[in-house]
């Protein structure tokens, strides 16, 4: 095993993860970010979740491939996508495609810091983390 799920559910169900063993970006006994349930992050390869970022629902993190899909995320509980590019990363987000910078320029614009906000930072962030 490569984690564990630790305490009591919080208000939204999830549990905090705390991994068992080194992981690229990862010391063992770090705390991660938050899990409906071990469905949601695979046990095998490197994929991981950190910061305050939450995986419920049918969203499934697995592999350590070159692109990251989060949903339900956003005011639309849609899905977002970020690969690497000839040019450097891209997100596809609804009718969105850009870069991370223009991303991030418009979730501010769009969202400020609401929560809808803070989830897309922390995919951000997960997907920086794992580059590493």
């Known amino acids: 095993m490569k984690y564990e799920l630790i305490g009591e559910p919080n ?6 993860i705390r991994y068992l063993k080194d992981l690229p970006g990862i010391n063992a006994g770090e705390l991660g970010g938050w899990l409906e349930s071990e ?3 695979s046990q ?3 994929a991981w979740v950190s910061g305050n970022a939450r995986v419920y629902g049918d969203a ?3 592999s350590n491939a070159d692109w990251l899909v989060v949903s339900p995320i956003g005011s639309r509980d849609g899905s977002t996508t970020i ?3 000839k040019k450097g990363d891209i997100v596809n987000c609804g009718c969105f495609t850009g870069s991370i910078d223009e991303f991030l320029e418009r979730v501010t614009k769009t969202h400020g810091d609401n929560n809808h906000a803070r989830a897309y930072r922390a995919m951000i962030d997960m997907w920086n983390a ?3």
Do not use: A, I, P
């Open 11 to 16: 208000e939204y169900g999830l549990r905090q």
């Open 39 to 41: 469905k949601n992050l």
């Open 44 to 46: 095998d390869g490197d």
């Open 60 to 62: 499934w993190v697995f």
């Open 83 to 85: 690969t690497k590019g």
């Open 130 to 132: 794992k580059k590493g």
